[in-house]
C-alpha cells in the first residue's frame, strides 16, 4: 500500500529537545538515597539553574538547558555529568547508571519519608484514561531511572498545534521511537519498570510542550545512544507537523497516516511495555519502507533523520548484535567514561556518524570472518576426501 502513495517531503521544524534523566548513587558498592548526598534545592554546576543535578526520590536526577542541536545538548550532559562526578569523588560516591535497582527489606525499611513514596506528578496515557500508579512506594522494593524527553514547541520554528494535539504526537512517538528503541534498550528489567512508569503511550503537558515518558536511561550509556533516542523523537515530531499542517490546509488526510495503518496499535503497546525484540523488530519492518521515504524538504539536512537508506542496513546489524550480544557489544558498560571521554577529548561521534563508521566497519570485519569460516571448513572437507 505505502508503495504507491507519494510521500511530501517533511518540513525541517526544530523543537528545542529536552530531557531529565535519572541514575542512582553508590557509597562503598551500596545504593544511596539522593537526599544522602544532594542538597533538596539540588546542586547546580553553573550560574544557569538549570544546568544541575537534583533529588528525586532514591534516584538522582540530571537537569540542563533544552537544545536544538544534538551535539550542543550532548556537551551539556557532559559538563553536568563531570563536574558531578568531581563533586562526588570527594565523599566516595559513584554514580550508577543501572536502570533498576532492587533495594533489599533493610534498605527499604531505611529509607526516608521522602523516598518511601513516588512524588511524580500523575501521568497521562494516550490508551488508557487511568494511568495512576497503584503500588505503595513504601513496600515496592525497585526503583527506576527514566530517561524522559521533553519537546518544546514555544519557538517560532515550531507551531503551537503541535501542542494542542499530544495523542498524535505521542502515537507518532510510540511507532517511530519508543518501539524502536526496544530493539536498542534490551534490559529485561524494562519489563519490571514499565509496570509502575513509562508505559507505552505515557506523557505529561507541562508548559513548554510534551514530555515523553516512555524510555528509560539507557541512551545515558554514550552519546551515540542518545543521538539516535533524540533523532528519533524529533522525527516523530517532523511527521506529526506535516500531518496537522496538511490535514488543516486541504482538509483531507496526510499520505503519512498510513503508518498508523501498517501496524497494529496493540502490538505497538505490547511491545514496549513487554520489552519484546522480535514485535517490536516486527512493527519496525512495517512501517521501515515509509521511514526510509522521509527526506526533509531542506537540501543536505538527512542528518536530522536518524535511520534512512544510507545506513538502514547498518541500524539492523547494530540492533541484532545488541540482541544477540547486549549493548557492551558495541559501548563500553562504564558508561560514565564514555561521556567523560567525549568531554575531554571534544571528540563527538553521534549516532549516523557512528553507524556509517564503526558499525559497518563492524560489518565488513563479521563478513569477512564468516567467509574464512566458510572457507576453512571447506578446506577441511576437501582434505578430508
Not at 253 to 258: A, C, D, E
Not at 317 to 337: A, E, P, Q, T
Request: some cysteine; proline content about 4%; hydrophobic content about 35%.
Amino acid at each position: 500500500m505505502s508503495n504507491k502513495l507519494k510521500f511530501p517531503k517533511l518540513e525541517l521544524i526544530q523543537p528545542l529537545l529536552g530531557s531529565d534523566p535519572e541514575f542512582f548513587l553508590r557509597k562503598k558498592g551500596k545504593i544511596i538515597e539522593s537526599t544522602k548526598v544532594i542538597p533538596l534545592s539540588g546542586m547546580s554546576y553553573n550560574q544557569w539553574s538549570y544546568n544541575r543535578v537534583v533529588c528525586d526520590g532514591v534516584q538522582a536526577e540530571l537537569h540542563t538547558g533544552p537544545q536544538i542541536c544534538r551535539e550542543v545538548y550532548s556537551h551539556r550532559i557532559a559538563e553536568v555529568l563531570n563536574y558531578t562526578k568531581n563533586k562526588l569523588n570527594d565523599i566516595n560516591v559513584t554514580i550508577d547508571f543501572s536502570g533498576v535497582i532492587k533495594l533489599s527489606d533493610k534498605e527499604l525499611r531505611n529509607l526516608s519519608k521522602y523516598s518511601k513514596k513516588f512524588g511524580c506528578a500523575p501521568s497521562k496515557n494516550v490508551y488508557f484514561k487511568d494511568d495512576k500508579i497503584k503500588v505503595d512506594a513504601s513496600k515496592y522494593p525497585y526503583r527506576s531511572a527514566g530517561g524522559h524527553i521533553h519537546l518544546s514547541f514555544e519557538e517560532d520554528s515550531c507551531i503551537e498545534s503541535l501542542r494542542e494535539n499530544p495523542v498524535l504526537v505521542v502515537k507518532l512517538l510510540d511507532i517511530i521511537c519508543g518501539n524502536t528503541l526496544v530493539m536498542v534498550d534490551r534490559d529485561p528489567m524494562q519489563i519490571e519498570r514499565r509496570k509502575v512508569y513509562g508505559k507505552a503511550g505515557e506523557y505529561r503537558m507541562p508548559k513548554h510542550g510534551i514530555e515523553y515518558r516512555v524510555p528509560s536511561n539507557f541512551w545515558l550509556g554514550s552519546y551515540p545512544l542518545f543521538g539516535l533516542t533524540m533523532g528519533l523523537a524529533r522525527q516523530a515530531v517532523l511527521v506529526a507537523n506535516a500531518m496537522i499542517e496538511f490535514e488543516t490546509n486541504y482538509d483531507k488526510l496526510h499520505p503519512y497516516r498510513v503508518i498508523f495503518d501498517l501496524v497494529n496499535e496493540a502490538d505497538i503497546i505490547e511491545a514496549i511495555n513487554t520489552n519484546n525484540f522480535d514485535l517490536a523488530k516486527s512493527n519496525f519492518d512495517k512501517i521501515k519502507d515509509v521511514l526510509l521515504k522521509m527526506v526533509p524538504r531542506e537540501d543536505g539536512a538527512s542528518s536530522f533523520l536518524p535511520i534512512t537508506k544510507s545506513n538502514i542496513k547498518e541500524f539492523e546489524y547494530f540492533v541484532n548484535r545488541i540482541n544477540k550480544y547486549g549493548l557492551s557489544y558495541w559501548f563500553s558498560n562504564d558508561k560514565l567514561f564514555n561521556w567523560i571521554k567525549c568531554y575531554n577529548s571534544g571528540r563527538w561521534v553521534g549516532w549516523e556518524t557512528f553507524s556509517r563508521t564503526e558499525v559497518r566497519k563492524d560489518m565488513k570485519k563479521s563478513a569477512f570472518n564468516s567467509k574464512c569460516t566458510f572457507s576453512s571448513v571447506m578446506n577441511k572437507l576437501l582434505l578430508s576426501d
